[in-house]
């Protein structure tokens, strides 16, 4: 598909026609409002119009540093500070799948735009790539955990969870392909399966379990991870509600492949993080009070506290890997939805020239409306990242671990960046909103989810347990730093030359209406 020579979006003005490069007034007419604001934002409508119980999967984090309480006070602050991320996020919503570094480009001073926009793209594209390989990962090492619970001669080893792994990558290939037609309604029997699983797994889990004391709960803080400060093990902890919640802008990326994305993705963000995080709650007071023994827990064969929970909770082993199951073919649906939204991140940001290759990265296959080139490569780089298990978990669990610094750094720039244009408007553009603003409330909205921001992110990069050795050394600070590093070399080597910001395709285009 052949693109026109990149062109700098001009500064954001409250317009409501277009006018071509000649100045005369042109008219088009659009299938709907996102359309029209797409083609204002220089691009073509190309792709198809289209977590609480996984906190289950994690929460050994939690556990480790901060304990009952830990979890639950920890999962309070962790709801409400990304509340106001994603309500930040919210009003910067237009339908174009570039999301981020879209917004930092938009609202960013000339002068800098161009590369503060730059290494947001890329840093969304390196987490939405983790995310992949992490949610993979826990449904290969789910599964391979249901084997050492219910047979235990099954002689476990590193290499089978790489294969069961790549199992649930191909079948998230199958469902982004073939089927990807069907999305909306498998992800619409995945909501009812999300919510009766809920109810499924919480009724037996509180009726059959025993019970701990509401002291042991809520006042208990622990510190099983070496660490002499409680305080400081309350904040290492925080990774495991922070990596729950991660990667709500998914829908963003989709935007160009749902109708009236502005007002309808907004709305379906706040409407998530206000509905996962009241059943997440409910999720992690039940697992504090029937948790039994921690260190039993934490000590389980099966790498999986919760299996060894619902094991003791139902004293039946078939009805623990049922209850289990459930949470397997959600984070299976979750891998769905994150490969989709990867590969469409990546499609973005090659559309607009940010990546090597992106002349065959940018391409949609005609017939399906797919971005097929971006979706393999995202294929196989989680199939390469994989292999990294056979060899060590901790280097593999390094990999999961920047799934958090990635997002909660390509979250940064655009909120500090709109903070800005709140405080300090710009004397001929003024900041205009579409269907969803903040109003009044914006100002310490962006202000908190700032500091949020920057304690879940600082935090993440600690390990979870001391004195630290290899296995137990936290790499995603490396991972982070290295892949933000490269990211900037290539910027200044070659990417500066071919990287414009986001690139014009359609016509006579000349002014954004508003964000």
Same mark, same amino acid.
């Given at each position: 598909?052949?693109?026109?020579?990149?062109?700098k979006l001009?500064?954001?003005?409250?317009?409501? @026609?277009?006018?071509?490069?000649?100045?005369?007034?042109?008219?088009?007419a659009?299938?709907?409002?996102?359309?029209?604001?797409?083609?204002?934002?220089?691009?073509?409508?190309?792709?198809?119009?289209?977590e609480?119980l996984c906190l289950?999967?994690?929460? @050994?984090?939690?556990?480790?540093?901060?304990g009952?309480?830990?979890?639950?006070?920890?999962?309070?602050?962790?709801?409400?500070?990304?509340?106001t991320?994603?309500?930040?996020?919210?009003?910067?919503?237009i339908?174009t799948a570039g999301? *981020?570094?879209?917004?930092t480009?938009?609202?960013?001073?000339e002068?800098?735009?161009?590369?503060i926009s730059?290494?947001?793209?890329?840093?969304s594209? %390196?987490?939405?790539?983790?995310?992949v390989?992490?949610?993979?990962?826990?449904?290969?090492?789910?599964?391979?955990?249901?084997?050492?619970?219910?047979?235990?001669?099954?002689?476990?080893?590193?290499?089978?969870?790489?294969?069961l792994?790549?199992?649930? %990558?191909?079948?998230?290939?199958?469902f982004?392909?073939?089927?990807?037609?069907?999305?909306?309604?498998?992800?619409?029997?995945?909501?009812?399966?999300?919510?009766?699983?809920?109810?499924?797994?919480?009724?037996?889990?509180?009726? #059959?379990?025993?019970?701990?004391?509401?002291?042991?709960?809520?006042?208990?803080f622990?510190?099983?991870?070496?660490?002499?400060?409680?305080?400081?093990?309350?904040?290492?902890?925080?990774?495991?509600?922070?990596?729950?919640?991660?990667?709500a802008?998914?829908?963003?990326?989709?935007?160009?492949?749902?109708?009236?994305?502005?007002?309808?993705?907004?709305?379906?963000?706040?409407?998530?993080?206000?509905?996962?995080?009241?059943?997440?709650?409910?999720?992690?007071?039940?697992?504090?009070f029937?948790?039994?023994?921690?260190?039993?827990?934490?000590?389980?064969?099966?790498?999986?506290?919760?299996?060894?929970?619902?094991?003791?909770a139902?004293?039946?082993?078939?009805?623990?890997?049922?209850?289990?199951?459930?949470?397997?073919?959600? @984070?299976?649906?979750?891998? @769905?939805?994150?490969?989709?939204?990867?590969?469409?991140?990546?499609?973005?940001?090659?559309?607009?020239?940010?990546?090597?290759?992106?002349?065959?990265?940018?391409?949609?296959?005609?017939?399906?409306?797919?971005? =097929?080139?971006?979706?393999?490569?995202?294929v196989?780089?989680? =199939?390469?990242?994989?292999?990294?298990?056979?060899?060590?978990?901790?280097?593999?669990?390094a990999?999961?671990?920047?799934?958090?610094?990635?997002?909660?750094?390509?979250y940064? =720039?655009?909120?500090?960046?709109?903070?800005?244009?709140?405080? *300090?408007?710009?004397?001929?553009?003024?900041?205009?909103?579409?269907p969803?603003?903040?109003?009044?409330?914006?100002?310490?909205?962006?202000?908190?989810?700032l500091? +949020?921001?920057?304690?879940?992110?600082?935090?993440?990069?600690?390990?979870?347990?001391?004195?630290?050795?290899?296995?137990?050394?936290?790499?995603?600070?490396?991972?982070?730093g290295?892949?933000t590093?490269?990211?900037v %070399?290539?910027?200044? #080597?070659?990417?500066n030359?071919? +990287?414009?910001?986001?690139?014009?395709?359609t016509? %006579?285009?000349?002014?954004?209406?508003?964000?």
């Open positions: 598909m052949a693109l026109s020579e990149p062109e001009p500064n954001i003005v409250d317009m409501s @026609i277009m006018e071509s490069k000649d100045g005369t007034v042109v008219e088009e659009y299938a709907n409002h996102d359309e029209a604001e797409l083609a204002a934002l220089g691009k073509k409508q190309q792709l198809r119009v289209g609480d289950l999967t994690v929460f @050994i984090y939690g556990l480790t540093d901060g009952p309480a830990g979890l639950i006070y920890g999962y309070l602050f962790c709801w409400l500070g990304y509340f991320v994603v309500a930040s996020m919210a009003e910067l919503v339908p999301g *981020q570094y879209h917004w480009y938009l609202l960013a001073p002068s800098s735009r161009k590369f730059y290494i947001t793209g890329w840093q594209v %390196v987490a939405w790539q983790a995310a390989a992490s949610s993979s990962y826990l449904s290969g090492t789910i599964l391979q955990g249901l084997l050492v619970l219910n047979y235990p001669n099954y002689g476990f080893q590193r290499w089978h969870g790489t294969l792994l790549y199992s649930f %990558v191909l079948t998230a290939i199958l982004n392909t073939f089927l990807a037609r069907h999305l909306p309604k498998i992800e619409s029997a995945i909501l009812v399966l999300h919510i009766a699983g809920f109810f499924v797994i919480l009724i037996p889990l509180i009726h #059959l379990s025993p019970h701990g004391s509401a002291r042991d709960v809520f006042a208990q622990l510190s099983l991870g070496g660490y002499e400060n409680v305080g400081l093990a309350f904040f290492i902890g925080l990774v495991s509600t922070v990596f729950s919640f991660v990667g802008d998914g829908a963003v990326h989709m935007c160009e492949e749902i109708i009236n994305a502005t007002t309808v993705v907004p709305r379906a963000m706040m409407f998530s993080i206000a509905v996962n995080g009241i059943l997440g709650f409910a999720i992690t007071v039940a697992i504090c029937c948790l039994g023994d921690i260190e039993t827990a934490l000590e389980s064969p099966t790498g999986f506290p919760f299996l060894e929970m619902f094991s003791r139902t004293n039946n082993l078939g009805s623990a890997t049922a209850m289990a199951v459930l949470i397997e073919l959600l @984070i299976v649906s979750c891998h @769905i939805s994150i490969m989709a939204a990867a590969s469409r991140m990546m499609w973005a940001f090659a559309r607009d020239f940010g990546l090597p290759g992106s002349r065959y990265l940018n391409r949609v296959e005609p017939r399906s409306k797919l971005p =097929l080139y971006s979706l393999a490569l995202t196989i780089i989680t =199939l390469l990242l994989a292999l990294i298990n056979i060899g060590s978990t901790a280097a593999f669990n990999v999961i671990s920047l799934v958090v610094g990635g997002f909660l750094g390509s940064l =720039l655009p909120i500090s960046l709109i903070l800005y244009r709140r405080l *300090q408007p710009h004397p001929t553009s003024p900041l205009k909103f579409g969803w603003s903040l109003g009044r409330a914006g100002v310490p909205i962006n202000i908190f989810a500091i +949020w921001t920057v304690i879940a992110m600082f935090f993440s990069f600690w390990p979870t347990a001391v004195p630290v050795d290899a296995t137990s050394m936290n790499f995603s600070c490396l991972l982070w290295g892949t590093l490269f990211g %070399v290539f910027y200044v #080597l070659y990417g030359r071919q +990287w414009k910001g986001p690139v014009i395709e016509s %006579v285009v000349e002014h954004f209406r508003g964000v």
